[in-house]
């Protein structure tokens, strides 16, 4: 069975500070993929980054960037200098690979909810 | 190219009722997902079409739950008769794979907020 855990619930920082956002992922598959959404208050899901099980090299998108650790099957997300407008939900997932028939959908974990304070 | 799009965005009904949501899919994406958040916690998997076919519904919490995808194109979820603990926000995905088996991509559509009275 496949788990997602964001232990962190809610975070709050001041604008123009750096925060990480974990992310700790249980699998028994060798192949599976790891995403991270944005819900913003509007509701809707943004997609962020879909990472594969064999590529571990980090990312870097603007103010975004992502750690992929297989060791500590960790996944984590920092964003740099925040904004007020990175206040939102950010869920990271986690979809297996496989001909199976459950292969495909994806686990989400809690969610946190971050605020960036001006 | 327009994106998930979801209808209702709110829907009100009282205990009992029946409720049918709908999603329209990214054009030409063969998989449609069905998602629930409930009362703040985690986006849980209900069910997976593959065109017009139910790849995987094993999410789907009881047989007050129908899923349909006539045609491989929108699909409906009805619940009927809608109970308290269904309240929450119902997302749909699609995704573009002629693979069938995972890892791509799901879009999501804006979810429609279900509230049971």
């Known amino acids: 069975a496949q788990k997602v855990t964001q232990a962190q619930t809610e975070i709050s920082v001041v604008e123009k500070e750096d925060v990480t956002l974990d992310c700790v992922y249980e699998?028994?598959?060798?192949?599976?993929?790891l995403f991270w959404y944005k819900q913003p208050p509007s509701g809707e899901l943004v997609f962020l980054i879909r990472r594969n099980s064999f590529d571990e090299q980090n990312e870097i998108s603007g103010r975004y960037s992502w750690n992929f650790q297989k060791s500590t099957s960790s996944f984590n997300f920092t964003i740099t200098a925040s904004q007020v407008v990175d206040s939102a939900v950010y869920f990271c997932?986690?979809?297996?690979?496989?001909?199976?028939?459950?292969?495909?959908?994806?686990?989400f974990g809690d969610g946190t909810t971050l605020t960036v304070k001006p | 190219e327009a994106g998930v799009t979801q209808f209702p965005s709110h829907s009100v009904i009282e205990k009992g009722q029946t409720v049918t949501l709908r999603c329209d899919p990214i054009s030409g994406h063969d998989n449609l997902y069905w998602y629930r958040r409930v009362m703040g916690k985690e986006i849980k998997f209900l069910l997976h079409f593959v065109k017009e076919s139910k790849q995987d519904e094993s999410g789907m919490p009881n047989n007050r739950f129908l899923a349909e995808r006539t045609g491989g194109t929108y699909s409906t979820l009805k619940v009927q008769p809608a109970e308290l603990e269904d309240s929450g926000v119902y997302f749909c995905a699609s995704s573009s794979s002629d693979r069938y088996y995972g890892g791509e991509t799901q879009y999501f559509g804006p979810g429609t907020r279900l509230l049971v009275l």
């Open positions: 699998t028994r598959d060798t192949t599976y993929y």
């Open positions: 997932a986690l979809s297996e690979e496989g001909y199976n028939t459950n292969a495909g959908k994806s686990t």
